[in-house]
């Protein structure tokens, strides 16, 4: 049996990039800038990779399995599996168990900080205010500041 090698950085920005071309996010930008700046905001090859993929399964038709096919490690693969959020799964569950995995609370602590950036969206609506109170939740339960 033949082993895959294992997964780069670049195999990741690679499949990010593929996974949400054509997908905008709130404020309208590409979407894939989120995920590139979460990277830039965290430390650690395996934390990078992490940070590009976290929304890959959630967002297109990668799965975990897929990726590890790839060559992603476990703790690549467990980490975007404790970041992506389920069908029909509470959100702050969600943030729960992405609590629960080191690689994927550090992750999520910079993609809820990107998330919040204000000066991203222009004008804030009420819609945005909402979800940046809902975000400002999240990173009290990540730090264990709220159950």
Not at 32 to 52: F, K, M, N, Q, S
Not at 88 to 101: H, P, T
Not at 117 to 128: I, K, P, S
Request: proline content about 1%; glycine content about 6%; hydrophobic content about 45%.
């Amino acid at each position: 049996m033949e082993s895959v090698p294992m997964a780069t950085i670049e195999r990741a920005r690679a499949i990010a990039g593929s996974a949400h071309a054509g997908q905008v996010d709130k404020a309208g930008a590409d979407y894939i800038t989120h995920p590139l700046r979460v990277c830039d905001a965290i430390i650690g090859e395996e934390a990078r990779i992490v940070a590009l993929l976290h929304d890959v399964v959630e967002d297109s038709d990668w799965t975990l399995q897929g990726l590890r096919e790839e060559g992603f490690s476990d703790t690549v693969v467990d980490a975007v599996e404790a970041l992506t959020h389920r069908a029909g799964e509470d959100y702050f569950d969600a943030v729960r168990r992405a609590r629960a995995n080191d690689l994927a609370r550090a992750v999520k602590l910079a993609d809820l900080a990107d998330n919040s950036d204000r000066t991203r969206l222009g004008t804030v609506t009420a819609d945005d205010e909402r979800r940046l109170m809902r975000y400002a939740e999240a990173r009290a339960i990540i730090l264990g500041d709220a159950t």
